[in-house]
């Protein structure tokens, strides 16, 4: 399948309001798919749809909403990181919601005719002193793909797990970013961190690739 074979094909982008989301969306759209984006806050996005991964009632409603689609991408995330005395349970849970229940009933409730792309992280394969939830969560999505794929046969259940990307999420280190960006370009094998272009290809690559199926592919230069 090439690109221009996405012409007039459906995605649902679930958290595709910025970041890798919202780039995903924008690619998507030049190859001529047609795109509707899902958001708890559907205000802020033009033409999005309400879709919580936390509420069931809200998936079901959306999936009434738009009817079915060739293909899904969900990038929700609500990461509780925190030692282990330090831990939460309902904001463990909301982030296990986020990443891992929330897509599931995704697949429950909507009409997916093709693919659907869920989002791990590298932290999955990198434990470390409080990210436990986050790494947890993260790993779990690699084999939720693996018995969504099983079960949702011949719709294809793949999922990207990311390293450090500049996509917008570490803006908030102000000054402190570049420095922490260059580090986490020494800890991978390519020397460089993440850019968006990054995630966006596998992502696109995975609705076209008719034959990859119950897989995770990471796209965090060697980092692992």
Known sequence: MTQRELDGQTLFVIGGGRGIGAAI????????MVVTVGARDPLAIDGAVRLDLTDEA?????????????????????PHDAPVAGLDRDRMVAA??????G???????FEIRQSMTLFAGVVGWRPGPGSIVKGITNGAVDYAVRH??????PVRVNAIAPG??????WDAKGEAKPAFLTG???????GRHGELDDVVDA??????????????????????
């Open 25 to 32: 969306a924008t690619r998507a759209r030049q190859v001529g």
């Open 58 to 78: 809200t998936i079901a409603a959306a999936s009434a909403q738009i009817g079915a689609v060739d293909h899904v991408v969900t990038l929700g995330s609500l």
């Open 184 to 190: 986490a370009a020494g800890q991978t094998l390519v």
């Open 164 to 169: 450090i990307i500049d996509s917008g999420a």
């Open 96 to 101: 296990f919601e986020a990443k891992v229940i």
């Open 148 to 153: 969504l794929a099983a079960n949702l046969a």
């Open 203 to 224: 992502a696109l690559w995975l609705i076209r690739s008719p034959y990859v199926d119950g897989e995770t592919i990471h796209v965090d230069g060697g980092r692992r």
């Open 103 to 109: 897509p599931i009933l995704v697949a429950k409730h």
